[in-house]
Nanobody
Framework: QVQLVESGGGSVQAGGSLRLSCVVS????????RGWFRQTPSKEREFVAS????????IYADSVKDRFTISRDDAKNTVDLQMNNLKPEDSATYYC????????????????WGQGTQVIVSS
């Protein structure tokens, strides 16, 4: 059983920063790719960023490129998302996810999801 628990969400003004963290527990977690998604009530869940099992590859959605940074710490079993220069359109519930295959994250079909943490960016 793989479990993911997110933290770090909250409210911030536009231009501010937040750091989301996700603790991953369960079998084979150190060899899995990890990623972040987000969803608002009016939109489908969308891909934000992903990182390969050894951290040598990262991919970002165009909307967050150069503002967000994904990282992982396998000693702590975490995947973090540093979000800078936040915009009101970044407001959403953010979900971390993990899968054996890096490509599954980009395709939006990871095997395991967290419960989400809410981010609100005010103008």
């Amino acid at each position: 059983q793989v479990q993911l628990v997110e933290s770090g969400g909250g409210s911030v003004q536009a231009g501010g920063s937040l750091r989301l963290s996700c603790v991953v527990s369960g079998r084979s977690i150190t060899t899995n790719a990890r990623g972040w998604f987000r969803q608002t009530p009016s939109k489908e869940r969308e891909f934000v960023a992903s990182i390969s099992w050894n951290g040598d590859r990262t991919i970002y959605a165009d909307s967050v490129k150069d503002r967000f940074t994904i990282s992982r710490d396998d000693a702590k079993n975490t995947v973090d998302l540093q979000m800078n220069n936040l915009k009101p359109e970044d407001s959403a519930t953010y979900y971390c996810a993990t899968d054996l295959f890096f490509e599954s994250i980009q395709r939006g079909i990871p095997s395991h999801w967290g419960q989400g943490t809410q981010v609100i960016v005010s103008s």
